[in-house]
């Protein structure tokens, strides 16, 4: 039995769905999130296979994934129950002020439905029941999924899992759905009225055409859209000196895992000229065998970018990888190129997604800092250092002023969910850099702020009123009260 | 002297500027507004009789008005001193997890040069060191303003005093520069790749070709328009029954104010057909005199919107005015129509910028719910009734749905400038749902969150580190700390 339903159906059920969901109570809502989670986690081993079959993804990974997207329902269904993201504001009237103040009071209210679209590479935390989908009911608003075409049959096992759970909750029909995988579903769902906001990871020319369509409506909406990006790490020299070929190392684990089908994989070590990094990188490089990739589509796109990059004037071939027929995988290529050549040619600055990355080898610190001041907008960037060098001070401010998170010492492949992460990032990495796809902050994409003015207090929203009956964090006249 | 540098000088000037405004602590960056506040107050009797002769407003409203600018820059200064608006969210590294959970702090930076359009109806507190410059400089942005063609001598005299004050503070130069008044300097300065974010309140017209042209920039940025609304307050039976006279003059008195050059003015009273209410507002329109309006471009648009208005089937003239050449000055105009005939032309739901309002006549409770349902985005709505009416709960979240804020038994124009205050709504209202031009939260729109992943404490942002060295609110491992 499907799941899908029409673009059509699947938003008159939403709207419909909508004003319940959002008049849920916080802990009522909370109980939805947790009650997908825990029928997800107890239908893992029957999940896993189908995401193994149709990814190409392994056992391990798919199964930590299964943890990692009901950890995510849990952290909104936390953050709902704190009910910060209420953002509560009152402020008392001041009858004798000039002009006479009246009593305020503002509350984020919930946008209505939501379009979610399903990343190819976590068909389980970036995708039918993912990050987007748990921010949006969190929110309030109900999700209207489109599903990707990489793995239907785990869309509608998981959908129904999902779907069933939510409904022996007692939580509204319609308040999550699910339409067709056709590039068309997605197309009519972002130019329907009823929706409000459209959530979407994935890559940038999809991205943007549907951020274009979401823009164009006689009524633009939202369109919060992660489109991937380079995720330079640089090592200063004495890094190099110290700990080369191990740094070259976890680097090129850190771009071949899951294939390199990560919007967050190192797309650039920008390093030292230095033969020993170059040589274990190399060597580590080589030593990684066959992945098959998640989408006949996606590997033809990463094949094109690939036999495009390798035209770039300077670029060297330090381990060539490719496509093998037989077993339908691909090895890793990893290629140098001398820093002169990446400032020359910035289409080395964009995503190729796949098991690829590309060492920039510099030989002056100065033209190192040009390079991080050249970069696009980034999700992410990171410094490997030993703490000390005084070029730290001035290589850290422009990758703060170009990405969304800046690591020392790590790899950015690993996006933690927790409330601090931030997973976003200036344009192009994404198409609105005040948000983020992960952590507890992605519920905020959702919502907007009301003020009541005057309002009686039967007539407010119940969390608005005197007292704090919900019992959360509030300010009070400028002054936060926990 | 003019303060007025081309668009490439200012755009150098701020961008040169923006490190050093970014990285002032909190207590110096909220000295420098205060003492922008202080300059501005001390030069009240020079300023205001500039802004009578530019704007036609009263000596007592402008007055007035420089309280609400130099208000808003210490209510701003509040702000940065609080911290909140810096978003601190700290989570501590679990390295037993799996997978292991690194050191996460999150903290908003600053975008960079904001370009702030200013407005002709506030040529105070919506002008050249208005709300929006008071909120980009809050977030640490430099503001390149782009002053109103309506006040160039205001522009001039206030600019002078705001960057002598913060010179004199010891602020950077090129924290707060302005360009020319023209209609290209406006364009160039949106499509200045070394502007980061655009404040626009204005006409529709003018914000969204402005808001497409940084859309379509290479580096798309955000654009923060507010565009007026209607404004509709509607009554209830019982209200009209009670009061309906008295409701009837709070309305003309609020809908004339400043020749109804207000994005607040309140365009529709929706109420119970009622002939002691009609005949109030009736007398009332037509003892309102003469007034001068803004500009003559103002003045060109609103006598074309009105005469369109009046042509609208069904529109019948209660009070009828128009211009008068000899002393150039409007009288308003009130008419009603039926709340079908409002149902059949949507355009009577837009906003008409000048001394106008519509009574549109309702019998059925119905139809007036249907009206609620068919109202485009607002940046307010109002109700005014007795309580205890069972049509309060079905009208209110319909109101809700579509504006920013909601009123009860009061008027929309005046906007206090609190910490609750949203000054916002959806689409047309402005081009941004989730943001407000008015109260505490406008410094958000500057900002954009960045997580530090596992970085030692001397690489941190000061108000990063251990400790809380700034004092300011925190999250930390999921709990509020204050």
Chains 1, 2 share one sequence.
């Not at 899908?4 to 939403?14: E, H, I």
């Not at 004003?19 to 989670?37: H, N, Q």
């Not at 990032?425 to 003015?453: D, E, H, I, K, M």
């Amino acid at each position: 039995m499907t799941r899908v339903l029409t673009v059509d159906a699947a938003c008159a059920a939403a709207h419909a769905a909508a004003p319940a969901v959002a008049a849920s109570d916080l802990p009522t809502r909370a109980a939805w999130l947790e009650a997908m989670a825990d029928a997800l986690d107890a239908a893992r081993d029957d999940l896993v296979p189908i995401a193994v079959e149709e990814s190409r993804l392994g056992v391990d990974r798919l199964t930590g994934e299964v943890g990692r997207m009901t950890g995510q329902l849990r952290l909104m269904a936390q953050v709902v129950r704190e009910g910060s993201f209420l953002g509560l504001v009152l402020d008392q009237a001041l009858p004798d002020a000039t002009p006479p103040r009246p009593d305020l009071r503002r509350m984020n209210v919930p946008l209505g439905p939501v379009a979610v679209f399903s990343a190819s590479n976590f068909p389980f935390a970036f995708a039918t029941i993912g990050g987007d989908t748990a921010a949006s009911l969190a929110a309030g608003c109900p999700a209207v999924v489109k599903p990707n075409p990489g793995h239907p049959r785990l869309a509608d096992a998981v959908m129904a899992i999902g779907q069933d759970a939510l409904a022996a909750a007692g939580a509204p029909a319609g308040m999550l759905t699910m339409v067709s995988h056709d590039l068309q579903a997605g197309i009519d769902l972002v130019v329907d009225d009823r929706i409000e906001a459209v959530a979407f990871t994935g890559s940038q020319r999809g991205g943007l055409a549907l951020a274009r369509l979401a823009a164009e409506r006689p009524r633009p909406i939202p369109f919060f859209g992660e489109l991937g990006s380079v995720n330079p790490v640089f090592v200063t020299a004495d890094a190099a000196r110290e700990r080369g070929a191990a740094i070259a190392e976890g680097w090129v684990a850190s771009f071949t895992l899951g294939a390199g089908q990560f919007c967050t994989k190192p797309g650039l070590l920008v390093a030292p000229r230095d033969e020993s990094l170059r040589a274990a990188a190399q060597s580590a490089a080589q030593g990684v065998g066959g992945q098959g990739m998640l989408t006949e589509a996606i590997r033809e796109t990463y094949l094109r970018g690939l036999s495009e990059r390798l035209e770039s004037t300077g670029v060297e071939v330090l381990a060539g990888g490719g496509w093998d027929a037989a077993t339908d995988t691909v090895t890793p290529t990893l290629v140098s190129v001398s820093i002169d050549a990446v400032l020359a040619d910035p289409a080395l600055l964009e995503e190729c997604f796949g098991p690829t990355s590309i060492l920039v080898e510099y030989t002056d610190e100065k033209q190192m800092l040009d390079l991080a001041e050249a970069l696009p907008g980034l999700l992410s960037a990171g410094v490997h250092g030993q703490g000390g060098e005084s070029i730290i001070a001035e290589l850290l401010p422009r990758l703060v002023a170009h990405a969304g998170r800046v690591l020392w010492n790590g790899w950015p492949t690993g996006v933690a969910v927790t409330w601090s992460m931030h997973h976003g990032g200036p344009f192009p990495a994404t198409t609105a850099a005040a948000t983020t796809s992960v952590g507890a902050a992605a519920v905020n994409r959702f919502l907007r702020p009301v003020t009541w003015q005057g309002m009686p207090q039967e007539i407010l929203p119940v969390p608005l009123r005197d007292g704090n009956p919900w019992g959360v964090p509030r300010r009070v006249d400028g002054v936060l009260e926990i």
